[in-house]
Nanobody
């Protein structure tokens, strides 16, 4: 049974940093795609970042502030979030896609991912 477990969320002041982790178990995703999405209250789930063999990909809203990385030996993906803003407040979800290929334009589509974590709350105080 595949599980994705996020950790690292919490409360931080604007301008601060947090590092989210997502540990996968049940299968390896070293050849696949790992991503982060977020959902703020009353809003749709939105793409944040993704990583696969071809590189890293970011939403415009987080580019230059967030960094996605992975440790294949630990089957874990990370999201380093710097210069946090109030509008970054959301539940952050880890997602995994078995395939590491396909159009980069579709990496931001939640339907492309096969597995999801339960989410971790990030709250940024202004």
């Amino acid at each position: 049974q595949v599980q994705l477990v996020e950790s690292g969320g919490g409360l931080v002041q604007a301008g601060g940093s947090l590092r989210l982790s997502c540990a996968a178990s049940g299968r390896t995703f070293s050849g696949g795609t790992m991503g982060w999405f977020r959902q703020a209250p009353g809003k749709e789930r939105e793409f944040v970042a993704a990583i696969r063999w071809s590189g890293t990909y970011y939403a415009d809203s987080v580019k230059g502030r967030f960094t996605i990385s992975r440790d294949n030996a630990k089957n874990t993906v990370y999201l380093q979030m710097n210069s946090l803003k109030f509008e970054d407040t959301a539940v952050y979800y880890c997602a995994a896609r078995i395939s590491g290929t396909g159009s980069t334009g579709r990496l931001s589509q939640s339907i492309e991912y096969d597995y999801w974590g339960q989410g971790t709350q990030v709250t940024v105080s202004s």
